[in-house]
Each structure stands twice: as structure tokens, then as C-alpha cells.
């Protein structure tokens, strides 16, 4: 049985005249693509009430928390700054309470973006609500190249686990505006930018968590590096697939 993978879903809030997708929920074709190529059975959870959480948690060995939205920057103490984007505070309150809970029950997790600050938000970590207020940012962090294309190299820790994934000095996409500031305690960062800003975590003492600030669903396809994170997550969430199975036999 292949792995079941939860991508939690953004909500469509553009003016439809069409009723039934009225924010309606989706998942990005190129996400679901990089799961099922990889051996994973992705599953799409819409965004409801966190306390509904438990009830999705015998639904999946894995969970990709994906781009989308400014987080909202009150999960950290603080209030908006004037350059934060578009926020949508129920996408937060569900994603954090489903990483909490899939954190406590040892789910395989993969965070791509906008993912990777939420899982540092949610872990107690904060951010820079745009790149204006890191002093150190001087790169191009929101391309103007096709998004399938690299735009800039990081340096990733030779000490890592992400490095045996995608090598010490992968070229990679980059679409974003806010970063890690504070590094949550149970994460560390294993990659930066030239210009220092953080471009990868993973947990301390496990291999549960790996995220990426840049976008691997939109490479995949001729990258290998981009390729292989996906390889390592559903071997991660298959690794969860046969403890559990094990559990469960008599």
C-alpha cells in the first residue's frame, strides 16, 4: 500500500460567478503530480474547524504543508507590518493545529514555502513579514524568471540530512517575500542564501521534518535534486505507513 499524503488546501478567494467555487478548495496540480510520481496517494484536506483535527488523523502517513498566503504574523506576537501580502487566518488556525498533532503522532512532514514558515510559526518560531526588514536580504528572492526555473544557489550544511538530499549547493526557484527570523527550538537551519536567508529546516533529532523555502513541485520534473525531496518524503511517510500497519495487526 502506498503512502497516504495530506496536502492541506488553499481556499480560492478570486470573484467567481460560478456558486459551487465560491473559496472553494484546491490543492496545486504540480503538488499532487510531484506526490503521485514519487508513490504517494495524495489526499486533499479543505480548511475547517482545528478542532476536527483528530478526526483526519488516521487518514494519512505524511503531510506536505504547501505555498500559498502570508502567514498571519499574530501567531508570532506581532502586529502587520504595512509591506505584509494577503492573509487568511482559518488556513493558519487549521495548519497549525493539524502540524501540532501530526508533530505529537510522528507523521512524516514536508514543508515547501509559505509551509516551511508555517511549520516555524507553529513550532514557536517567527518571521520577517517581508524581506525589507532583514538588514542582511540583498538577493532576488521573488523571481521574474518562469517559476520552473532556478534563480539562485544556497549552501546547505554538509552536517545535514538535507544535504544528502539535494547536495551542498543546489540552484533553486525562488518566490517569496517573508523568511525565518527566529529558528523554531525543535528545528534547526541547514541552508541559507548567499545573502544569509534561511532556506531550509529540519527537526533536531529526527528526520520528521524537512523544509524548503523555495518550490520542488515545479522542478521535479527535470531537476533531480528537486525530484529526490520528493523521494524522500514518501520513503519518509512509507516508513510511517508500515509502523502503523504493524501496529494494527493482531
Avoid at 479543505?46 to 502567514?71: H, I, K, N, T, W
Avoid at 501580502?85 to 514543508?111: H, M, P, W
Avoid at 520552473?148 to 545535514?160: G, K, L
Wanted: proline share 7%; hydrophobic share 40%.
Amino acid at each position: 500500500m502506498r503512502p497516504r499524503i495530506a496536502l492541506p488546501a488553499d481556499t480560492l478567494a478570486e470573484a467567481t460567478n460560478i456558486i459551487n467555487e465560491r473559496n472553494a478548495a484546491f490543492a496545486p496540480r504540480p503538488a499532487i503530480e510531484a506526490v503521485v510520481k514519487a508513490g504517494g496517494v495524495p489526499v486533499i484536506f479543505p480548511s475547517v474547524d482545528p478542532v476536527d483535527v483528530p478526526d483526519y488523523m488516521d487518514l494519512f502517513d505524511g503531510v506536505a504543508f504547501l505555498g500559498g498566503a502570508d502567514v498571519d504574523p499574530t501567531f508570532y506576537g506581532e502586529e502587520p507590518y504595512e509591506k505584509l501580502g494577503v492573509t487568511y487566518r482559518k488556513r493558519d488556525l487549521f495548519e497549525i493545529e493539524l502540524l501540532k498533532q501530526a508533530v505529537a503522532s510522528g507523521k512524516a512532514i514536508l514543508g515547501i514555502c509559505r509551509g516551511m514558515q508555517l511549520i516555524n510559526v507553529g513550532l514557536g518560531g517567527t518571521l520577517y513579514q517581508d524581506l525589507s526588514q532583514d538588514p542582511h536580504a540583498t538577493l532576488k528572492h521573488n523571481q521574474m524568471a518562469p517559476g520552473n526555473m532556478p534563480s539562485h544557489h544556497i549552501s546547505v550544511a554538509d552536517d545535514s540530512r538535507t544535504v544528502n538530499i539535494v547536495g551542498e549547493r543546489p540552484y533553486v526557484n525562488s518566490r517569496h517575500h517573508e523568511a525565518v527570523k527566529d529558528v523554531a527550538p525543535s528545528l534547526r537551519v541547514v541552508a541559507r542564501a548567499d545573502d544569509q536567508v534561511v532556506e531550509a529546516v529540519e527537526s533536531i533529532g529526527s528526520d520528521q521534518i524537512i523544509g524548503v523555502q523555495w518550490h520542488p513541485e515545479n522542478m521535479y520534473k527535470h531537476h533531480a535534486d528537486s525530484k529526490a525531496i520528493f523521494a524522500d518524503f514518501i520513503e519518509r511517510s512509507t516508513r510511517v505507513a508500515e509502523s502503523s500497519r504493524r501496529v494494527q495487526q493482531p
